[in-house]
């Protein structure tokens, strides 16, 4: 038997890369966040210096040869800070939203496709969550914590989950009326293959491009709690933390703020175009090319 | 012989909103409808009549208010009966694409029953491919996804996918909805062979008369989640015992314009079921009303000639239905 027809009773996934690769936007995307994985993953042999070593005599330095993006006030290499900055800014944000996403995506479903009484249940929990002022939210489970990474992505994901969560019960409790739905019922299959063969595949697509969107507002929440010196420590090089150094020397070195806001900018650019095109591709109907 | 689907006095209604409200809306009342083997039983009315809900109410979707069902003779209780009763007993949807999975390939969809009640499959490429050649579908389709196909070939999925785990009846919600007349003939002709070869028994659930003349043995005609009049297909449409089903008839669309009989046709929509009529619920339409109409509800009794109805008149009706039946 071939192995061309070996596959014809499994359940799908076919060239969904390749698929990516054809849609322009979600290449622009892809390679833009690639760009930002690779940086964050080889930061130790890419960074052309130590991104925490100084050297007063050189700071506020503009863009040159030796440091293509130029120093702060302290004389410290922004080339090599910002690619360190990638690594905790990527770290914090995919695992934050990670696991913000995976939680909301069970809870979703859970409170869409369960019981009447767990639904109001975890709506309850879903809405006082998200009636909690972020920033105020953030600072209390620091106070109580301390600030560190763990803490911070443990608000990230606290403040974030029910929206994700909300998202997947709307579309989880508008499909369990579908026919394709109650044709599985009418077959037998209990309520874990619905779930997860069934209502998963079909609901995922509007929150794959949540996340993607997502990820850049959580690297500019970890850029303020930096700012409040909540978040990530001094001397370590977040970009939260460069472009708060920058501000505070805006006069002397205006490129220090600019050259920051860089990465920050394409960075949301490229998760962006990302969950664009991988709702798209992930469709496969290829229906509704835009999403608002 | 036991029949293989037997309904007893199923009863369907729903809560009527409001917060401890205990007023309910009666959808099915007290149907009472056997399906024998072998049998191709059709189910008619009117867009809101019970239809569908019957139909769901047997599968389990629906919540039943009173009422049995019962399968080769046993009633279905508990979990371990409607897990019998699903893989014995199969529906097919009105909508078919619809109702395929839209990101699992046909493959696996008609695979998977197997899966779902841990039958031994241990060849699915095989076993797809055979039930798809069992429709007269090509094991190329296996690959495809619901939106690729065309109608009539997601309806051929559908019966592939009911006929998975070869149970003794189908349930078939409108299966000819949607489609173009000469893919109706194929389903149809499919359905026929497939009852022959296998055995099945259909519940066929619709409102085109043109298929219950064609494929069912006996018809049961439901108005406002009642049967009013139930009997042989043949003699049924030969001669309505109840005036909603020669309404029904008369209201078909016919060739020839000169037999359409205008003092059968049915006067405005169906009543709501929040406000019954009194006494005969079809009064408020029949041409053929009298007083006691107005007042005394009629019981679904035999007529002369053993057939069931739910009329005052079922008899002279069925009388005058034979004339105008020897007239033609």
Not at chain 1, 47 to 64: E, G, M
Not at chain 2, 21 to 35: E, F, P
Not at chain 2, 47 to 61: D, F, H, N, Q
């Amino acid at each position: 038997m071939s192995s061309a027809v070996d596959d014809i009773t499994l359940p799908a996934r076919r060239g969904i890369g390749r698929a990516l690769l054809r849609d322009p936007m979600g290449l622009a995307g892809l390679v833009l966040v690639v760009a930002f994985l690779a940086m964050a993953l080889l930061a130790p042999w890419i960074a052309p210096y130590d991104p925490i070593a100084l050297n007063v005599k050189a700071k506020f330095q503009p863009p040159s040869a030796a440091h293509w993006a130029g120093t702060d006030h302290l004389g410290r290499d922004l080339l090599s800070r910002i690619i360190w900055g990638a690594r905790l800014a990527l770290g914090i944000s995919i695992t934050s939203v990670g696991i913000a996403g995976a939680l909301g995506l069970v809870l979703g479903l859970v409170a869409g496709y369960g019981p009447r009484w767990l639904d109001s249940a975890l709506v309850l929990v879903f809405d006082s969550m998200s009636s909690l002022p972020m920033i105020f939210f953030a600072l209390a489970v620091i106070t109580v914590l301390g600030p560190g990474t763990t803490t911070l992505i443990l608000v990230i994901v606290l403040v974030s989950f029910p929206s994700y969560a909300r998202l997947i019960r709307t579309q989880t409790l508008s499909l369990s009326g579908a026919d394709y739905i109650l044709a599985e019922r009418a077959m037998g299959a209990g309520p874990v293959r619905i779930i997860f063969r069934h209502l998963l595949p079909n609901v995922v697509g509007p929150m794959v491009i949540l996340i993607c969107m997502d990820i850049p507002v959580v690297i500019m929440l970890e850029a303020g709690l930096s700012y409040l010196n909540l978040g990530v420590k001094p001397p370590s090089p977040s970009w939260g933390n460069i472009l708060a150094e920058g501000y505070n020397s805006l006069r002397q070195a205006p490129h220090i703020v600019v050259i920051a806001g860089i990465p920050l900018v394409l960075a949301t650019l490229g998760f962006t175009f990302l969950g664009e095109g991988l709702r798209d591709v992930l469709d496969p109907r290829g229906a509704g090319r835009r999403w608002t | 012989m036991t029949p293989v689907l037997d309904l007893q006095n199923l009863s369907v209604d729903l809560p009527l909103g409001g917060f401890l409200s205990r007023a309910r809306l009666t959808i099915l009342q007290d149907v009472n409808l056997t399906v024998a083997r072998g049998e191709s039983v059709a189910l008619v009315g009117e867009s809101g009549s019970g239809k569908t809900t019957l139909a769901r109410a047997v599968m389990g979707l629906q919540g039943m208010s009173g009422g049995e069902i019962r399968l080769d003779g046993q009633p279905v209780a508990g979990k371990a009966g409607l897990a019998r009763l699903r893989r014995d007993a199969t529906m097919m949807f009105q909508d078919a694409t619809a109702s395929l999975s839209p990101r699992l390939t046909v493959g696996y969809l008609v695979t998977e029953p197997f899966r779902i009640h841990r039958q031994p499959l241990p060849d699915p490429d095989r076993m797809a491919r055979d039930l798809l050649a069992t429709v007269g579908l090509p094991a190329a389709i296996a690959r495809r996804y619901p939106h690729e196909l065309s109608g009539g070939q997601a309806r051929r999925v559908g019966v592939a996918r009911a006929l998975a785990l070869r149970p003794r009846l189908v349930i078939a919600d409108e299966p000819t909805a949607g489609l173009d007349v000469s893919v109706q003939a194929e389903v149809l002709n499919l359905m026929a062979d497939l009852r022959r070869d296998m055995g099945l028994a259909y519940l066929i659930i619709t409102h085109n008369l043109a298929l219950v003349r064609h494929v069912a043995d006996r018809v049961a005609v439901l108005y406002l989640g009642r049967v009013v009049e139930e009997g042989p297909t043949a003699e049924v449409f030969a001669a309505p015992a109840h005036p909603y089903t020669a309404s029904l008839i008369a209201a078909e669309p016919k060739p020839d314009p000169r037999r359409r009989r205008a003092d059968l046709a049915i006067k405005g929509e169906v009543p709501s079921v929040l406000r019954r009529p009194s006494g005969c619920e079809f009064h408020t339409r029949c041409g053929l009303v009298q007083d006691i109409c107005r007042q005394n509800a009629p019981d679904l009794h035999p007529t002369t000639t053993g057939r069931l109805a739910r009329c005052h008149f079922a008899d002279q009706n069925q009388e005058q239905g034979d004339h105008h039946a020897l007239e033609h």
